[in-house]
């Protein structure tokens, strides 16, 4: 069975499927294996005795047989409300928020315990007559925000501010006499309560095993503070559950088949990228839980260092398409930056920065614009990139040499003399990560920087200190994931490209 499952307006993925589900329940749990889905969802399909209106699915046989299209609208609390994760992705974010963007909008706010629903009703009533609110007992504030946590803690244990503000606002839309009297807004109350309740959630999800929250792990016995490993740089999907139905002992499994189709003279891509998604949460536990070595990480997950499965990572961790997010965002941004590059060597001593627009009088091409854009930024930003982007003669340093100290960067080879401040032809570009390379044969410089911006998200690195504004600006900015966070120096340089759109 053929499915066409459209998650948000940009992210429509295409699945197959051996045998239909026997139920709607079923076939959720089908897309939460296959499509990573997280939260709760209900299902709509084209329906063709409405000439494909939309309809909501309750009947897997009203299902067309062979091709169908489905729609995924995520609740709180639906039917399908197991919050479970696998792997490749949640609607895509268009904006780049992360996880705003699977967040309900308006939040539903579940249904509580009967005798709370009871009080609330009568209560209602009264506000809708008087204005009258109500005086909340404490059990009663205990069981709401109880209940509320559960409801939030399926959609994310680590909710950010506006989620917060969003449930609190939502609690008292739907429960106007729980407003507070001597607030302006009537639910700020609620929004502080909730973060502390979602605190002390977070203990008991903890204890009960979520990997999410127990790999917030302390430094030592010592240690006052804990050392966070959570999300830092708008990932999604930082350390997911373990897919429904599937036990650690089965993901180590598939690991192995993925190591030996690997190996074969021609692997099945197909099948490789099935074991990819099915193995995600177990290998973001390893990578993000144990900080492993490159090497280590190369050795256990093989298929993983390549295009097309960095690609494929990026999206189930942070939900956007990473080769065509990022070219996109440069193109956009390309002609601005150069121009604030310009301006900048005219009022200050820039020479390398120069150099690199020196290099655009002699060929200025759109792909050359691009390079330019990239090389030109770490200067612009006040940073040193010797470290991390270097040139080299293909045929000339052993390769060795030329990655000596190099932690983390690209390795731009060319053929022949090159006295510009980049070639105008690339023979090759290698990612390096610890000395290693893990990525190479890139003919771009472009498409190397997106591929080693998705090398650190899929291995968990922090962006290089030398560089770390310069990757800031590529992943807000560029990307658009969490714009909203940039630090000053980031923040600084957006709002001069947004002046020069005027």
């Not at 490159?294 to 398409?321: H, L, N, T, Y």
């Not at 990239?374 to 040193?384: F, I, K, Q």
Request: aromatic share 6%.
């Amino acid at each position: 069975m053929l499915l066409r499952v459209v998650l948000s307006e940009m992210d429509i993925r295409r699945l197959s499927i051996e045998i239909t589900p026997p139920s709607v329940d079923a076939l959720c749990q089908v897309l939460r294996a296959n499509l990573g889905l997280r939260g709760g969802f209900i299902l709509q399909f084209e329906d063709p005795a409405f000439k494909d209106q939309l309809t909501n699915l309750t009947d897997i046989r009203d299902l067309p047989e062979e091709r169908a299209t489905l729609k995924v609208l995520f609740t709180a609390d639906a039917a399908c409300s197991d919050s479970t994760l696998d792997s490749a992705s949640l609607p895509s974010l268009s904006s780049g928020e992360s996880d705003s963007q699977h967040w309900p909008e308006p939040f539903p706010i579940p249904e509580f315990s009967h005798d709370v629903e009871l009080t609330l009703q009568e209560a209602n009533g009264r506000y809708a007559k008087d204005g009258s609110v109500l005086v909340i007992p404490k059990g009663m504030k205990t069981d709401i925000l109880d209940t509320l946590a559960d409801s939030m803690s399926k959609i994310s244990p680590y909710p950010e501010r506006q989620h917060y503000e969003n449930v609190a606002k939502a609690l008292v839309e739907k429960h106007p006499c729980l407003k507070e009297p001597g607030s302006g807004k009537g639910w700020y109350g609620w929004f502080h309560s909730l973060k502390f309740k979602l605190g002390n959630y977070r203990q008991k999800l903890s204890a009960a095993g979520c990997p999410e929250v127990r790999v917030n792990k302390r430094k030592g016995e010592e240690a006052k503070g804990p050392r966070m490993k959570r999300s830092k740089k708008g990932e999604v999907h930082y350390c997911p559950d373990p897919p429904e139905g599937l036990s650690d002992e089965d993901m180590e499994e598939k690991r192995m088949m993925m190591e030996v189709e690997v190996l074969k003279k021609d692997p099945d891509h197909q099948h490789i990228d099935e074991l990819m998604s099915a193995t995600f949460s177990k290998r973001r536990k390893e990578i993000v839980g144990d900080q492993p070595l490159i090497g280590d990480v190369m050795a256990r997950w093989p298929a993983m260092f390549c295009e097309r499965q960095v690609r494929a990572e990026f999206k189930r961790v942070v939900s956007i398409d990473l080769l065509e997010s990022f070219l996109d965002g440069l193109d956009d941004l390309a002609p601005r930056l150069l121009e604030v590059y310009e301006a900048a060597t005219k009022s200050a001593k820039k020479p390398a920065l120069k150099a690199i627009l020196d290099c655009l009088k002699k060929d200025d091409t759109n792909e050359r614009r691009r390079i330019a854009a990239l090389l030109g930024l770490p200067h612009y930003l006040r940073e040193e990139p010797s470290d991390i982007i270097r040139m080299c003669d293909a045929h000339g340093e052993t390769l060795a040499a030329a990655m000596e100290g190099m932690q983390l960067g690209l390795l731009i080879g060319y053929e022949g003399d090159n006295q510009d401040a980049f070639p105008r032809e690339v023979f090759n570009v290698a990612v390096v990560v610890e000395g290693t390379v893990v990525l190479h044969n890139f003919k771009d410089v472009p498409s190397s920087f997106a591929m080693l911006l998705g090398i650190i998200y899929c291995v968990n690195l922090e962006y290089p200190r030398a560089m770390k504004y310069s990757f800031e600006f590529l992943q807000r900015v560029v990307m658009k994931i969490k714009p909203d966070q940039a630090s000053a120096r980031v923040h600084g340089i957006r709002n001069k490209l947004l002046r020069y759109n005027l």
